[in-house]
């Protein structure tokens, strides 16, 4: 009898052991019993009552992510082409994913495919090549209204993949083969255009910099010259003031002017100075040697130094030697005059 009671024991206590049972995190176990919904089980220790509850489905309440075959579609212009759908889905109630629909992937799966159609047919081929964002919301809108009753929140659809035929490839492809040389032309044409534009301006601005240079020159040479000329004149200015200051006498200043009617009086010029008053400088000559005091009136004989005749230049015409050879008359009169004045103060 005792033996019979341990054995009873036994058998009670590994029965309640077994109906321990642990729920991971992020899953859901949906109990019933008697073959009704009971409750939930959220993550943690929970207990089964042995042959009244069962576990009816485990739901996992993490973001699952679901891969469709491509299906064939028709665009608005009469194009059919493949395309791929990617559904992201999270269960939000366990109990309606569990008694909601029979199979609900299989039932998205259908409902992602007549959506797309539904969408892609409303639009044409390039605006259903260019326009996966539209597509993606279009069909996220009406999935997730479709899935509410089961439980279910579609939290986003993306198009994957989207095949045109292949004659509608080959088409796209010379298309875009051609728009990508206009976009090469242009490019070059553009380019050409601004190296002409950027050597137009260099040209432009090294011609304004010569013209600047030439000018800062012209102006340097200018103030150069204008600063010679001013030396020269103080030069000169300073030159008459020692002679003013010098206190040089009338008879220097004569003998100067002397000198400088024999230079004047060149036969090699082809202009002839004379000057008004010639008598009275030839005459002064006299007056200076009697202030001096030098030496007699005695009239020296040059007979022996005669003078040499000066040639006519083949280059000027008669008027011209003539008015050469008077010149060098007179030169060689004032010359004499000066010879003999100087040899009378030499004596």
């Keep these: 009898m005792m033996i019979v009671l341990i054995v009873l024991i036994a058998i009670l206590l590994i029965i309640l052991i077994c109906g321990i049972r642990i729920v991971p995190q992020q899953y859901v176990k949906v109990i019933e019993r008697l073959g009704k919904y009971h409750k939930s089980w959220d993550a943690g220790i929970h207990y089964l009552v042995p042959f009244i509850d069962k576990v009816s489905k485990t739901v996992s309440l993490k973001e699952q992510v679901y891969d469709f075959q491509p299906q064939p579609v028709i665009t608005k212009d009469n194009v059919t082409m493949l395309i791929d759908s990617v559904v992201f889905i999270k269960v939000f109630d366990p109990k309606l994913f569990t008694y909601g629909i029979e199979k609900p992937i299989q039932g998205i799966e259908n409902l992602a495919a007549t959506n797309l159609r539904s969408v892609v047919g409303e639009m044409e081929l390039d605006q259903t ?29 993306e198009i994957k993949n989207i095949q045109p035929p292949k004659e509608i490839e080959e088409v796209m492809t010379k298309q875009m083969r051609a728009e990508r040389e206009r976009r090469e032309t242009i490019l070059q044409a553009e380019a050409h255009q601004e190296s002409i534009v950027k050597r137009a301006e260099g040209d432009k601005r090294a011609k304004v910099l010569a013209a600047e240079a030439e000018r800062d020159a012209q102006i340097a040479i200018a103030e150069g010259k204008a600063r010679s000329v001013e030396l020269v004149y103080e030069a000169e200015a300073k030159g008459l003031e020692m002679l003013k200051d010098a206190n040089v006498s009338e008879t220097v200043l004569r003998l100067k002017g002397i000198d400088a009617l024999k230079i004047v009086a060149d036969g090699r010029a082809t202009k002839i100075f004379m000057p008004n008053d010639l008598s009275n400088v030839i005459s002064s000559l006299g007056v200076i040697s009697e202030s001096l005091g030098i030496g007699d009136h005695t009239p020296i004989d040059h007979s022996e130094k005669p003078k040499p005749e000066k040639p006519v230049d083949p280059c000027l015409d008669e008027d011209s030697n003539r008015i050469t050879k008077g010149a060098a008359a007179v030169g060689d009169a004032i010359e004499d005059s000066v010879e003999q004045q100087y040899d009378k103060m030499t004596l």
């Design 129 to 157: 090549l260019s326009g996966r964002e539209e597509i993606n919301g279009k069909m996220q809108v009406a999935l997730d209204d479709a899935t509410d009753p089961w439980g279910i929140k579609v939290i986003r659809v």
